[in-house]
């Protein structure tokens, strides 16, 4: 979502909240609660060292009440529905942006695991993605009519990355099965560093910086999708 922010406008972004020294005024200026691999599932974080879905959400709570305590009752709750979340319609958002499921079966480290030596992307990978994101969307249609007051935008990713990954040269990229870093097609997390040996001199050509995550340039593509897919519809 960063170059998202920054097209919205915001000049810097949100902080997270663990890391604020001072939890009072500054709360004023936003706070960020996301976690890298938090996964729905608490075994991935435990294994990441990442903050869990659950506790995320018991930082939130803790936040609402000290923006009680620095606004007031009625401007805390202005702040609150009007705010852009990803989810927490039961605590007080009105604003949600979802994204659906990636094409999983395109990520190099399982077409390397479950591609059958093909270079190509695992399809029933995909149809599972497929499935996913056929379920959201119906949920989705459901909340919005069961809470009118809820405005809920579902963000595609799923199309955008699928054609980036089998149209590389079509949207400015070199390659699109392996990662920049190391050999590219098992490497993450720790396992991409200064040290690894292999990594590309130029990740803006590649789509993943390693088997898993995307590079800087590909990150930017696709957020510049779904700005023009309509983000402003959380804002409006």
Same mark, same amino acid.
Not at 20 to 39: M, P, R, V, Y
Not at 209 to 221: G, I, M, P
């Given at each position: 979502?960063?170059?998202?922010?920054?097209?919205?406008?915001?000049?810097?972004?949100?902080?997270? @909240?663990?890391?604020? #020294?001072?939890?009072?005024?500054?709360?004023?200026?936003?706070?960020?609660?996301?976690?890298?691999?938090?996964?729905? @599932?608490? =075994?991935?974080?435990?294994?990441?060292?990442?903050?869990?879905?659950?506790?995320?959400?018991?930082? %939130?709570? #803790?936040?609402?009440?000290?923006?009680?305590? !620095?606004?007031?009752?009625?401007?805390?709750?202005?702040?609150?529905?009007?705010?852009?979340? +990803?989810?927490? %319609?039961?605590? $007080?958002?009105?604003?949600?942006?979802?994204?659906?499921?990636?094409?999983?079966?395109?990520?190099?480290?399982?077409?390397?695991?479950?591609?059958?030596?093909?270079?190509?992307? =695992? $399809?029933?990978?995909?149809?599972?993605?497929?499935?996913?994101?056929?379920?959201?969307?119906?949920?989705?249609?459901?909340?919005?009519?069961?809470?009118?007051?809820? &405005?809920? =935008?579902?963000?595609?990713? %799923?199309?955008?990355?699928?054609?980036?990954?089998?149209?590389?040269?079509? &949207? $400015?990229?070199? #390659?699109?099965?392996?990662?920049?870093?190391?050999?590219?097609?098992?490497?993450?997390?720790?396992?991409? &560093?200064?040290?690894? !040996?292999?990594?590309?001199?130029?990740?803006?050509? %590649? =789509?993943?910086?390693?088997?898993?995550?995307?590079?800087?340039?590909? &990150?930017?593509?696709?957020?510049?999708? +779904?700005?023009?897919?309509?983000?402003?519809?959380?804002?409006?």
């Amino acid at each position: 979502m960063g170059y998202s922010t920054e097209i919205l406008g915001f000049t810097s972004y949100q902080p997270a @909240y663990i890391n604020l #020294e001072d939890k009072g005024n500054n709360l004023l200026n936003g706070a960020n609660f996301a976690s890298a691999a938090s996964a729905f @599932y608490d =075994v991935i974080p435990m294994l990441y060292n990442t903050i869990p879905l659950h506790r995320q959400l018991e930082y %939130y709570k #803790e936040c609402q009440s000290k923006l009680v305590e !620095i606004a007031g009752q009625s401007k805390a709750s202005s702040i609150i529905s009007s705010a852009i979340y +990803m989810h927490l %319609y039961a605590l $007080g958002a009105r604003r949600i942006g979802v994204t659906n499921l990636a094409p999983t079966g395109c990520l190099p480290i399982l077409i390397t695991l479950f591609g059958s030596h093909s270079n190509g992307c =695992v $399809g029933r990978l995909n149809k599972d993605a497929i499935y996913y994101n056929k379920k959201l969307n119906y949920t989705s249609e459901k909340l919005q009519k069961l809470l009118p007051d809820l &405005n809920l =935008v579902v963000f595609d990713i %799923y199309q955008p990355l699928y054609n980036l990954v089998t149209k590389p040269s079509e &949207n $400015g990229f070199l #390659e699109a099965r392996r990662g920049c870093c190391g050999t590219g097609f098992i490497e993450l997390s720790i396992l991409c &560093n200064e040290k690894s !040996i292999g990594t590309c001199a130029n990740a803006s050509e %590649y =789509v993943f910086w390693d088997s898993v995550h995307l590079t800087e340039a590909a &990150n930017k593509l696709l957020a510049d999708q +779904m700005v023009a897919a309509g983000i402003f519809q959380l804002i409006s």
